[in-house]
């Protein structure tokens, strides 16, 4: 059975699940016990899959020369979904504005997320310094930016141009290979991951009474991300494939890893699926995929620069009453900006642009941002199902810019 089929299945079953026992608390720590293991197991597929395949992936790429073309392609679509998505969610939500919600978070202290931007700004620091290689492999679980840079190394010195080399390259490439299995698997059988994913998920919007309270900014919150998902990306993809491939189907084909972006809120438990994803239904060499989803989990985050923009723009019209054109430019741009430093903070990073955009902008909102830690569920959750979709779609345009995508039979799709 297809993958788009089954997880559809679990998301539903997820749901039914929540409504029938998200009154009960033994059920619901139960299974929010159980969705925080499988959201470190999902982890625990990626890490060895970026230190094997993507150090393949940037061997493989200089062997042939087309490393260049696979950059520019990859650059230029996080950087242009990172910079359009949030100026039109901005202008999307300034047709109807809706004050941001008094959430159960809102009475918390107002360090609470200038703690968490210290922690991850910390984080980051330490984890770059330079101890060595293997103890960065060890260490990097929620940030892979010093992983990513490691690997890059070992890859783009594995270019198998002479004799010695030659063995470490077939050896890497043949890691590779068994990690790609391993990520099949994942993704084949992740449905019943999902659906423990997203009980836990729907079960954490019930219990947040905010919902039932402000049902129309949760309504604006998803049609805003429909529109993103069906409307701004799908012009994007087209306009970036010269309108020569179709991006619904790419997008239904991906329905795993936006659906475990979407449940989790984040982006490295769905990375093993979009790889597998991309190589067996949209036709993407398995060292394009291993390439490029890495550098669009840190780079590619226009979901979350869309949504962090709604957010700030409702906590603004919450405190003011007013939306101006120019406050939706100023907050969509700075946005932009910021969307390259939200993978500090796995599973948080609305909160985190949230906090770095009212800096940036100097907005004093006088702690009402901590509102949104209550809803991270919801934003971090449509923020990282875009960020997926729009990793799903880069790889297919990576491919397309280096001339090697082919399309898959359904037949032949998993």
């Avoid at 993958?3 to 998200?22: D, E, M, P, Q, S």
């Avoid at 597929?45 to 696979?70: H, M, Y």
Wanted: aromatic content about 12%; hydrophobic content about 55%.
């Amino acid at each position: 059975m297809k993958t788009w089929i089954t997880y559809l299945a679990a998301l539903l079953f997820g749901l039914a699940t929540a409504l029938l026992f998200g009154d009960m608390a033994a059920a619901t720590n139960v299974v929010s016990s159980v969705a925080g293991y499988i959201m470190s197991l999902g982890v625990f597929v990626t890490i060895p899959l970026i230190v094997f395949s993507f150090t393949s992936g940037i061997a493989s790429l200089r062997k042939d020369k087309i490393g260049g073309k696979a950059a520019q392609g990859i650059l230029l679509w996080a950087v242009f979904t990172s910079l359009l998505m949030p100026i039109v969610a901005g202008f999307l939500f300034s047709i109807y504005p809706i004050a941001f919600p008094v959430s159960s978070s809102a009475g918390n202290s107002n360090q609470l997320v200038p703690y968490l931007s210290q922690m991850a700004t910390s984080s980051l620091a330490s984890s770059l310094q330079p101890v060595n290689p293997f103890y960065t492999a060890v260490i990097s679980s929620n940030l892979i930016l010093p992983l990513v840079i490691v690997a890059w190394i070992f890859g783009y010195s594995m270019k198998p141009n002479a004799d010695t080399i030659r063995p470490a390259y077939a050896v890497m490439n043949s890691f590779s290979e068994v990690m790609f299995r391993i990520s099949r698997f994942y993704t084949v059988y992740g449905f019943i991951l999902v659906f423990f994913t997203s009980a836990d998920f729907f079960m954490k919007l019930y219990q947040e009474k905010t919902m039932q309270a402000a049902p129309i900014f949760f309504l604006e919150i998803v049609l805003i991300a429909l529109a993103m998902l069906l409307g701004a990306l799908p012009l994007l993809y087209a306009i970036a494939t010269r309108f020569k491939k179709n991006p619904y189907s790419a997008i239904y084909r991906s329905i795993a890893p936006l659906f475990a972006a979407l449940t989790t809120g984040n982006i490295l438990f769905s990375m093993p699926m979009n790889v597998t994803i991309a190589r067996h239904n949209l036709g993407i060499q398995k060292r394009i995929g291993a390439t490029a989803s890495p550098f669009f989990a840190l780079i590619g985050r226009g979901g979350t620069a869309s949504i962090s923009t709604v957010a700030t723009l409702s906590l603004i019209y919450a405190l003011t009453g007013n939306i101006s054109s120019s406050i939706v430019i100023l907050v969509a741009l700075s946005a932009f900006l910021v969307s390259f430093t939200s993978f500090m903070a796995l599973g948080y990073e609305v909160v985190l642009a949230i906090y770095f955009i009212l800096k940036l902008l100097g907005i004093e909102l006088y702690g009402a941002e901590v509102a949104a830690i209550a809803l991270v569920p919801l934003l971090n959750g449509v923020a990282s199902m875009l960020d997926a979709a729009i990793m799903a779609l880069g790889c297919k345009i990576t491919g397309f810019a280096v001339d090697t995508d082919i399309e898959t039979p359904y037949q032949d799709q998993i």
